[in-house]
């Protein structure tokens, strides 16, 4: 979609009385995400800007929003939190940032169901039902800050996808409700396995405005961390405890080059010398689990529950996994970026440890152990030492050529990053919800501006 000249001031007039930021600064920052862990990203992305944001705060300002949108045929990127890491949340051909964090109730909490705003902080969302004895089944390790339906329309799977699976599994995800863009906004309501016409689409067909999402009796998760002599070990021990006989919330692996990003943090609790397993254990699986650990080699250097952590200010197991371990590791060594994979399954720890010998220093190794569609699956999410895109490539070719699924982190279509091929399903769904092609332009290789109404 190429720039038009457009009379912003009129445009926000038109929006009176809905909250809008016009200045440069503001937009400027709105306008960004994580995509900086990617030094390829970062060089594409950095300059990409909106033009205004808007803040609604309620379904009918959406909707208002939505309807000018349609009337003025301009690009609309909505953004949450904006800490997705692909530059989902960047406005590739400039135009309106609908910022979703003042539509942000939590609508109703019943038994196994919660019912939100999609610019509900997740820990706001979870701190609501856990108030009621209940948990969500999943978050990413963001949800101090990231968006329900950020999560929902960006994210995958995260902590708790041990024991839950992913998003995208069935009855995790109960209804999402959209606005379309179009100069008569309509409401559309999608339930049970329609959810994945709009789920991972990147905002690009359908304005979120509510979720529904399964949630289940919770737990005092006890936050773990054993040490290994050797990364197989570590490995190994993961594998066995991907078990239903064990209830974990999470389980992560990282080998002992990790250990000096974490020193603030954790200090003695991960020495420099040897390998990490972070979890959350359920009380009633923690002997269990540390009786496997101990078969394995592992030595117990904390255990803990969350008030307790929060007592001694040490971090919970959560902030040590998924992608805020590529945070603790970039804060410290600006040259290392990330690659994202599934391995093979079943797993073979041996195989790790070829790759390991393989890369030598280049790479530093981090797994995360999951369910997805009911099967367990270790997922490789590496630091390596950039140097040029061609070498990021042939490392990634080199994983694909010895049996790994590539998620690549570098690019910013849905397509290029995960699922590899066009999902008709959310593309059909775009002609109804997004008629002109206006929403996220640039991020599905599924929709060509041809296809867009032309009344
Ligand atoms: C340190 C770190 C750790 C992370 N860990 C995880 C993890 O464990 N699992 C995981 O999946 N992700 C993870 N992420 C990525 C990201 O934090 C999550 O996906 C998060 O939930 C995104 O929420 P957000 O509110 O920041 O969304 P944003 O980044 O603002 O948006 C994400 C996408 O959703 C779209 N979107 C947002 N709101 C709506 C809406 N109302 N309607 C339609 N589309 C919408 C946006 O257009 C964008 O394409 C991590 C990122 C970082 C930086």
Known sequence: MTKREIDWSRFAAELDGIRILLNGNQVRAKSKDFFWYSPILNEQLKD????LVV?????AEVIRVAAAVARWRVPLTIRGAGTGNYGQCVPLAGGVILDTTELNQVLAIRPGSVRVQTGARIAKVLEAVQEQGQELLMFPSTLRIATIGGFIAGGSLGVG?????????????T?????TVEPEPRIIELLGADIQKVHHAYGTNGIITELELCIKPAFDWQHNIMLFDHYTDALRFCKAASTPELDLFLLTSVDRNFAPYYEELLGEHFPADRDAVFAMVAPQSLTAYRQLALAHG???SLCMSATELEQQELPPAYECAYNHTTLHAIKVDKQRTYLQYAMPSPLDPDLCQRFAEHFGDEVYWHHEFARQSD?????????????????????????????????????VTIEDGGIKEIDDLQIEFKKL?????LLNPGKTRGWDQSMARQN
């Open 433 to 437: 919800a997004d008629p002109y092609g």
């Open 48 to 51: 990409c800007v909106g033009d």
């Open 298 to 300: 592992g030595r117990e």
């Open 375 to 411: 099967a367990y699956q270790c997922f490789g999410i590496p630091l390596v030492r950039f140097s040029t895109a061609e070498r990021l490539y042939e490392v990634m070719a080199y994983l694909e050529q010895n049996g790994c699924a590539i998620f690549d982190p570098h690019v």
């Open 175 to 179: 209804a999402i409700r959209v606005v």
């Open 161 to 173: 996808s041990i024991r839950n699976g992913a998003l995208k599994d069935a009855g995790n995800v």
């Open 55 to 59: 803040m609604p705060r309620t379904e």
